[in-house]
């Protein structure tokens, strides 16, 4: 399913966008996607090394999944 947005782009951006779209043959909205599916790929692994350092540095910690199951009374 798809979703309509509507968004406001820097001027400069948005004719680059429209260039890129017209030399490609391809709509502006899947540039678009491609370009967020691509940056969200980028902050899930930001993320996890953010994870990962929290656990080093002992801000966070595993919990065990026995311990979940039964917090959890599964």
Avoid at 28 to 54: H, P
Wanted: aromatic content about 6%; glycine content about 2%; charged content about 35%.
């Amino acid at each position: 399913m798809q979703v309509r947005h509507n968004i406001t782009l820097d001027e400069e951006i948005s004719q680059e966008l429209a260039a890129l779209a017209k030399e490609l043959g391809e709509k502006k909205s899947y540039i678009i996607e491609k370009a967020l599916t691509a940056y969200f790929d980028l902050l899930d692994l930001k993320l996890a090394k953010k994870r990962l350092q929290d656990l080093e540095s002992g801000q966070d910690k595993v919990i065990d999944a026995d311990e979940v199951w039964k917090i959890l009374d599964l």
